[in-house]
């Protein structure tokens, strides 16, 4: 007696639906094991790039900083060294062309008298970084060349300023009228003015 075929039985073969063939023994095929990367608490399985190179969004940061720092530091060191005299005077020579200190040396005006006195108005300017104390001599003439007074007189000069002083000549009775040539100069310096009263 003949069983009946299934009904999904000619279904499979027309298909062509093929099962594959089971190990002996009746056991199961065995599948190669399959690397999954370790779940992330989002699930997604992927790793943001900051986790997977700690610090690695600072290192841009680092090197812009550090520059800026080093700038600060220097900048500050600066400052602090320029409020030393010493430390500034240095500097202005290392990086600016220092003229020599000298003195310059005028007639304020001419000289004139005052009753027994030749007065001589003079002016000085120094140039340099420091003032001082310089004496400035006068003295006047005949005209054969014989001294009848002289006088000194020290001025305490500014860098840059315009100092005037008067020296005051005292001459005897009679000496006015044979007074002739007035010359002032500054001892230890080449400076020398020239006057004549007639």
Known sequence: MSTPPSEDGPQ??????QHAP???????????????????????????PSAARPGGGRGPLRRVLAPVLVV????????AAWT??????????????????YLELYFGREPFFDGDE???????????????????????????GRR????TETVTTKPGALIGTDVRLRLEDGEQRDADLVEVTLPGHPQRLRAHLR
Do not use: I, M, N, Y
């Open 72 to 79: 600060l530091v220097v900048l500050g060191l600066c400052g």
């Open 118 to 144: 030749l007065v001589v108005p003079v002016e000085l300017v120094e140039h340099g970084d420091t003032g001082g104390r310089h004496p400035v001599r006068a003295w006047v003439l005949d005209a054969k």
């Open 22 to 48: 089971q190990p002996a023994g009746g056991g199961h095929a065995r599948r190669a094991p399959s690397r999954q990367r370790p779940r992330t608490p989002d699930g997604t399985g992927s790793h943001p």
């Open 84 to 101: 030393v005299p010493q430390v500034r005077s240095v500097l202005r020579d290392s990086f600016t062309e220092r003229q020599q200190a």
């Open 12 to 17: 499979r073969r027309a298909t062509g639906e």
């Open 148 to 151: 009848l007074a002289a006088e």
